[in-house]
Every structure is written in structure tokens, then in C-alpha cells.
């Protein structure tokens, strides 16, 4: 069974909205925090956004009033809702416990933002 499984990306446009979603193993989800997690061609992975099982959040500055990460424990899905998009949060989205472990990265979501 894989452990986590993420969906929902695809082309938007500049100022466009995304909805991002990861069903999670219910002996994952239960007892951590979650968060989404980015690549782009070129760069690192960083962490996009956290939520804690009690529904406590934290955002990179990046995305800070644009993003909003939630998350149904009674699902085990986690989200991330996406708008006024730009170029930038072009990347590969992933989500993992925070902090991640190596066993739990799947292949993530495209997010392109372009015109």
C-alpha cells in the first residue's frame, strides 16, 4: 500500500487557483504533522506548508496569504489550496510528515502556472 498519494495539479494561468490533495495511510496521518513539499527544476525541495494534527499551521514566506494547507483527519487527506498563483510556484508538489521521511516521498503533482 503506498503510504501517501498526492493529486490534483495541473496548467493554470497567473492568478489562477489549484487544489492540491494527499490521502494519507490512517497509521501516518493519525500521529503527525503533514505538510506539502516543492521542487522545481533547479532547486531543493522545501517545505511549503505544515499542518499538526490539532489543526496548527505554518506557511513558507513565499506563499504566505496566497496558500492554505488544511487537512480532514476523519479522511486522513490532507490539502492545500492554491490562489493567485504565479510562474514561481511552478515545481513538482509533494506531501510528507514533517519533518519527511525518505520512505514516504511519492511522485507528487505537477503545478505549472503559466499563460
Known amino acids: 500500500q503506498v503510504p501517501l498519494v498526492e493529486s490534483g495539479g495541473g496548467l493554470v494561468q497567473p492568478g489562477g487557483s489549484l487544489r492540491l490533495s494527499c490521502a494519507a495511510s490512517?497509521?501516518?496521518?493519525?500521529?503527525?504533522?503533514m505538510g506539502w513539499y516543492r521542487q522545481a527544476p533547479g532547486n531543493q525541495r522545501e517545505l511549503v506548508a505544515g499542518?499538526?494534527?490539532?489543526?496548527?499551521?505554518n506557511y513558507a514566506d513565499s506563499v504566505k496569504g496566497r496558500f492554505t494547507i488544511s487537512r480532514d483527519n476523519a479522511k486522513n487527506t490532507v490539502y492545500l489550496q492554491m490562489n493567485s498563483l504565479k510562474p514561481e510556484d511552478t515545481a513538482v508538489y509533494y506531501c510528507?510528515?514533517?519533518?519527511?521521511?525518505?520512505?514516504?516521498w511519492g511522485q507528487g503533482t505537477q503545478v505549472t502556472v503559466s499563460s
Open positions: 510528507n510528515t514533517v519533518p519527511p521521511r525518505f520512505m514516504y
Open positions: 499542518v499538526g494534527s490539532g489543526g496548527s499551521t
Open positions: 490512517g497509521s501516518i496521518f493519525s500521529i503527525s504533522r
